[in-house]
Nanobody
Framework: VQLQASGGGLVQPGGFLRLSCAAS????????MGWYRQAPGKQRELVAF??????VHAESVTGRFTISRDNAKNTVDLQMNSLKPEDTAVYYC?????????WGQGTLVTVSS
């Protein structure tokens, strides 16, 4: 199973980006798809995940970011609006397909003027 993330880049404060992560390979039951991020010098943290049709967003991104999933395509997207400099980080997608947890390679998001 592989995850391919895309959509990162440089954006000005207040701008938007859309990240996408595609899962390929032998997947049986996907229990969770999510996005995490790691800023320089900080630990990796949850951004948002979707599981069983329910979504959870970190408080720091609630109202600005939206996670969505396409079950047919095994993709998970993260729409990021009103970006702030503190959103700068490497963003990783994660898929939980018991008993496996798979991480994508990360995509860099830089929010700067």
């Amino acid at each position: 199973v592989q995850l391919q993330a895309s959509g990162g880049g440089l954006v000005q404060p207040g701008g938007f980006l859309r990240l996408s992560c595609a899962a390929s390979g032998s997947l049986f039951s996907i229990a969770l798809m999510g996005w995490y991020r790691q800023a320089p010098g900080k630990q990796r943290e949850l951004v948002a995940f979707i599981s069983g049709g329910s979504t959870v967003h970190a408080e720091s991104v609630t109202g600005r970011f939206t996670i969505s999933r396409d079950n047919a395509k095994n993709t998970v997207d993260l729409q990021m609006n009103s970006l702030k400099p503190e959103d700068t980080a490497v963003y990783y997608c994660k898929v939980v397909s018991p008993p496996y947890t798979i991480w994508g390679q990360g995509t860099l998001v830089t929010v700067s003027s």
